[in-house]
């Protein structure tokens, strides 16, 4: 008797710099909300066809982590030039997690 499928996955992403104004000139706090760019990296780790029993399916169990590093990049800006602010959100913290999923064949 198997007692599944290990798989494993690492990924990684980057995204360059980016602004979130085209008109400089109308965006005062360009600069203050630009994203300098970004690198992620995530990591799955799975166990399939854990097999449950004649006629009851398979278990699939999942341990996964999302920005391993941490990293504070900004997720996206928006300039009120005319108002005197300009506000910035992030992208989400370090996160952990654990998926369990029933499949039926």
Known sequence: MSLGVLSARLDYS??????????????????QIRDPGQHDLGARITLSEIALGKGAGDLEVSVWGANLTDEDDVNSGIDFGALGFAGVSYVMPRRFGIDVKMVYR
């Open 14 to 31: 980057y995204r360059s710099e980016r602004y979130f104004n085209a008109v400089p000139r109308a965006t005062p706090f360009l600069e």
